[in-house]
């Protein structure tokens, strides 16, 4: 077999280094360190997961596709500004990517490779859109040069999984190195909750456990409406609970915390003694939006794919989507502000298979509080997307 899955995918990188780093103002040392650390990060949390039902398919799906071969890259490659301004199909198919790998854990993985390579959370977020289709593409190389399988391709990714330790950014290789008593502990957990995980020898799978470790400890950003992740972020986190499966009506299954939207937006749906009123709004908490922009973040897929999937299981559902703001600034911008963030949700969902007839969305601007606005937290908590119920 030709090369190494790591060698091959390594080998992509420099072809965007350098228009990155002019495009990020940045030198392009710091940035091929952020790009390695970053695919890393995507080739162990794929590593880490091959195990599971139906995720190696759908990578091969998405590698085998001649829109995502190689040779397609040269136009992510060539013209990296106007990718990252416009949004192309290339890095389009890098969020997707991403959300597949590490769903609401995005934010925990954007902070590690910033803090690895020293950017920022918006420019370790622009980095990693870059990186994904690019790992796309070494993985694609890789199965087209060796005539690979998905079961040859899982195999290759877990017999790879010790040599990308030195390659993880900090914040994963401790974890790795560090195996100690809670990773036993998930492991026990994850043993007596689940039998879709088929571990091999006990070493390799002491390493792929300590990254599920890592992925599944933070539960998911809140929608801190532009700002990065704080105290209060981080709080909001914990307090979604543990995450459990649940079954729809359709035979849909999804993977939702204990507090989380998703279980209360459920259990008002499927109690028939809850009216639908004015007044019963649910606050989305796993939402991210870029500073000062109405464009959802990545790692925002998890949660909108949740609702959409519950909204085509209860077909008679309708609701509206409201926007919110802190006090600071403009009212009028804030409020403009509000309305796009809210109709983009919207869109979101009517993309992913809603019927546009069942919702509808309003900005409210900083009417409306949650939150005490003289405070850095209130304000967080001012800054929300949230749905109310207006059929049943």
Same mark, same amino acid.
């Given at each position: 077999?030709?090369?190494?899955?790591?060698?091959?995918?390594?080998?992509?990188?420099?072809?965007?280094?350098?228009?990155?780093?002019?495009?990020?103002?940045?030198?392009?040392?710091?940035?091929?360190?952020?790009?390695?650390?970053?695919?890393?990060?995507?080739?162990?949390?794929?590593?880490?997961?091959?195990?599971?039902?139906?995720?190696?398919?759908?990578?091969?799906?998405?590698?085998?596709?001649?829109?995502?071969?190689?040779?397609?890259?040269?136009?992510?490659?060539?013209?990296?500004?106007?990718?990252?301004?416009? %949004?192309?199909?290339?890095?389009?198919?890098?969020?997707?990517?991403?959300?597949?790998?590490?769903?609401?854990?995005?934010?925990?993985?954007? /902070?590690?490779?910033?803090?690895?390579?020293?950017?920022?959370? *918006?420019?370790?977020?622009?980095?990693?859109?870059?990186?994904?289709?690019?790992?796309?593409?070494?993985?694609?190389?890789?199965? %087209?040069?060796?005539?690979?399988?998905?079961?040859?391709?899982?195999?290759?990714?877990?017999?790879?999984?010790?040599?990308?330790?030195?390659?993880?950014?900090?914040?994963?290789?401790?974890?790795?190195?560090?195996?100690?008593?809670?990773?036993?502990?998930?492991?026990?957990?994850?043993?007596?909750?689940?039998?879709?995980?088929?571990?091999?020898?006990?070493?390799?799978?002491?390493?792929?456990?300590? %990254?599920?470790?890592?992925?599944?400890?933070?539960?998911?950003?809140?929608?801190?409406?532009?700002?990065?992740?704080?105290?209060?972020?981080?709080?909001?986190?914990?307090?979604?609970?543990?995450?459990?499966?649940?079954?729809?009506? *359709?035979?849909?299954?999804?993977?939702?915390?204990?507090?989380?939207?998703?279980?209360?937006?459920?259990?008002?749906?499927?109690?028939?003694?809850?009216?639908?009123?004015?007044?019963?709004?649910?606050?989305? $908490?796993?939402?991210?939006? /870029?500073?000062?922009?109405?464009?959802?973040?990545?790692?925002?897929?998890?949660?909108?794919?949740?609702?959409?999937?519950?909204?085509?299981?209860?077909?008679?559902?309708?609701?509206?989507?409201?926007?919110?703001? $802190?006090?600071?600034?403009?009212?009028?911008?804030?409020?403009?502000?509000?309305?796009?963030?809210?109709?983009?949700?919207?869109?979101?969902?009517?993309?992913?298979?809603?019927?546009?007839?069942?919702?509808?969305?309003?900005?409210?601007?900083?009417?409306?509080?949650?939150? /005490?606005?003289?405070?850095?937290?209130?304000?967080?908590?001012?800054?929300?997307?949230?749905?109310?119920?207006?059929?049943?």
């Amino acid at each position: 077999m030709a090369a190494s899955i790591i060698d091959t995918v390594m080998g992509f990188l420099p072809q965007v280094a350098g228009p990155l780093a002019a495009e990020m103002g940045e030198s392009s040392e710091t940035v091929q360190r952020g790009l390695e650390g970053g695919a890393a990060a995507m080739l162990s949390g794929l590593a880490a997961k091959v195990d599971e039902p139906g995720v190696l398919s759908q990578i091969m799906g998405l590698i085998s596709n001649p829109a995502n071969t190689p040779s397609a890259l040269s136009g992510l490659t060539s013209n990296v500004g106007s990718a990252l301004s416009g %949004g192309s199909a290339l890095t389009d198919l890098g969020g997707r990517f991403m959300s597949t790998l590490f769903g609401s854990r995005m934010g925990a993985v954007r /902070d590690a490779v910033g803090q690895f390579s020293g950017l920022d959370a *918006n420019k370790a977020s622009t980095l990693l859109t870059l990186a994904a289709p690019l790992v796309l593409g070494g993985l694609s190389k890789f199965a %087209g040069e060796n005539h690979v399988t998905a079961a040859g391709l899982a195999s290759t990714l877990k017999s790879e999984t010790p040599s990308l330790q030195g390659l993880l950014p900090a914040g994963f290789r401790n974890i790795f190195t560090g195996a100690s008593g809670a990773v036993t502990g998930v492991v026990a957990q994850t043993a007596a909750t689940t039998n879709k995980w088929l571990w091999p020898v006990v070493l390799l799978a002491a390493l792929v456990l300590a %990254g599920l470790w890592f992925f599944n400890r933070a539960k998911g950003p809140v929608q801190e409406a532009g700002n990065g992740m704080g105290s209060a972020a981080s709080s909001a986190m914990s307090a979604l609970g543990d995450f459990f499966k649940t079954k729809l009506p *359709n035979g849909t299954e999804l993977n939702i915390p204990q507090f989380g939207i998703e279980n209360k937006l459920l259990k008002f749906i499927q109690d028939s003694s809850k009216q639908v009123d004015d007044t019963t709004w649910f606050n989305f $908490d796993r939402l991210l939006f /870029d500073t000062g922009q109405a464009t959802l973040q990545p790692s925002s897929e998890e949660q909108l794919n949740n609702i959409a999937e519950i909204l085509k299981a209860y077909p008679n559902v309708h609701m509206k989507l409201g926007g919110y703001t $802190d006090n600071t600034g403009d009212p009028a911008a804030n409020k403009v502000l509000s309305e796009a963030r809210a109709k983009n949700v919207m869109d979101a969902l009517v993309a992913k298979g809603v019927d546009t007839s069942r919702l509808e969305s309003e900005g409210y601007g900083d009417q409306h509080p949650v939150g /005490d606005n003289s405070t850095e937290e209130g304000r967080a908590q001012n800054r929300r997307i949230a749905l109310r119920v207006t059929q049943k």
